[in-house]
């Protein structure tokens, strides 16, 4: 069973910088897409960054030039380290991957738990 365990929420005041990590457990083949998506209370959850299994990354425009995503192939981890943060940032930050099982499965959707993030003075 794989599961994503996120980390390094909390809060910082706007113009700081924070970075989250997702880290894969368990047994599996490999993960190939990894994405970061965020929920503000009240509005619907939206997508911030991908980073493919080719290392090509695409950020949405509202953090594009702030923040940067990356990923550990050896430690199984996504990162998105998040500078000049605004209060707009303000999101449970969730984390998404793709595994594969094992090398003739299918692809599997995992969600991590989220983790908060909150910009404020």
């Known amino acids: 069973q794989v599961q994503l365990v996120e980390s390094g929420g909390g809060l910082v005041q706007p113009g700081g910088s924070l970075r989250l990590s997702c880290a894969a457990a368990?047994?599996?083949?490999?993960?190939?897409?990894m994405d970061w998506y965020r929920q503000a209370p009240g509005k619907p959850r939206e997508w911030v960054a991908t980073i493919t299994a080719d290392i090509s990354t695409n950020y949405a425009d509202s953090v594009k030039g702030r923040f940067t995503i990356s990923r550990d192939n050896v430690k199984n981890t996504a990162y998105l380290q998040m500078n000049s943060l605004k209060l707009e940032d303000t999101a449970v930050y969730y984390c998404k991957a793709v595994v594969k099982p094992s090398p003739d499965s299918r692809y599997l959707e995992v969600w991590g738990q989220g983790t908060l993030v909150t910009v404020s003075l």
């Open positions: 368990g047994s599996f083949f490999s993960i190939g897409g």
